[in-house]
């Protein structure tokens, strides 16, 4: 049983596209995260929220604590964003971290 | 602000052998995590420590796997010994105690058993 489900896993889009990964949990939480991982690369955090929503650049994300649901949207999208976004909730027993698998995004030129 | 270091970067051994790898968190953060990815999957934790006490170590397979955070810095994870299925990337995560901080990944260790 996954505590966090995110969908879809695997993302084509064109250069431009407005794209929505979304992310499904089912634990009670305090916050949920959303990473990023470029192939080869660390895991950078790219927000961390516990109710409504946040915008960085092109990257915004929401959440809906009541319906245990969130997006990352990405606007204008370019080549470089390509890259695997991992939903992550602290919460549960213990308070600790649960990942989902991760969606992986190409944007093709 | 220095990031999370953790190093090697890249380790490859036979099968039967020991292996450690090191993680130096950001100064100040008291909470200290050590990871484990196989390809295509997210993080799996293996331990996680509050300053030098590991808090939570359920998911660590203690007949070979060890950790320890003296001086509640610096962290060293080992295998002893490897075996094939082992072969994963080793992140290592810190972040400020408390809840609703954010985590800061290091570059982690891409492990090989061969």
């Known amino acids: 049983k996954n505590e966090v489900e995110q969908s879809p896993q695997n993302l084509t889009a064109q250069e431009g596209e407005f794209i929505t990964i979304n992310c499904s949990y089912s634990?009670?939480?305090?916050?949920l995260h959303w990473l990023q991982q470029h192939p080869g690369g660390g895991i950078v955090s790219l927000f961390m929220?516990?109710?409504g929503k946040k915008k960085h650049g092109r990257l915004i994300a929401t959440i809906n604590i009541q319906e245990k649901h969130s997006s990352l949207h990405i606007t204008a999208s370019h080549p470089r964003d390509s890259a695997v976004y991992i939903c992550?909730?602290?919460?549960?027993?213990?308070?600790?971290?649960?990942f989902g698998t991760g969606t992986s995004l190409t944007v093709i030129p | 602000e220095a990031g999370v270091v953790q190093s090697p970067r890249y380790k490859i051994i036979e099968k039967k052998q020991p292996v450690a790898f090191w993680c130096n968190p950001i100064?100040?953060?008291?909470?200290l995590y050590w990871y484990l990815q196989n390809l295509g999957q997210g993080p799996e934790l293996l331990i996680r420590?509050?300053?030098?006490?590991?808090?939570?170590d359920s998911q660590l397979p203690k007949d070979r796997f060890s950790a320890e955070r003296l001086k509640g810095v610096d962290s060293t994870l080992k295998i002893q010994p490897a075996e094939l299925g082992d072969s994963a990337v080793y992140l290592c995560?810190?972040?400020?105690?408390?809840?609703?901080?954010?985590?800061?990944f290091g570059n982690g260790t891409r492990l090989t058993v061969t």
């Open positions: 995560a810190s972040s400020s105690q408390g809840s609703n901080s954010p985590l800061h």
């Open positions: 634990v009670g939480i305090s916050a």
């Open positions: 929220l516990s109710s």
């Open positions: 992550a909730v602290e919460g549960g027993t213990g308070n600790q971290f649960y």
């Open positions: 100064s100040g953060h008291n909470t």
């Open positions: 420590y509050e300053n030098e006490e590991a808090v939570d």
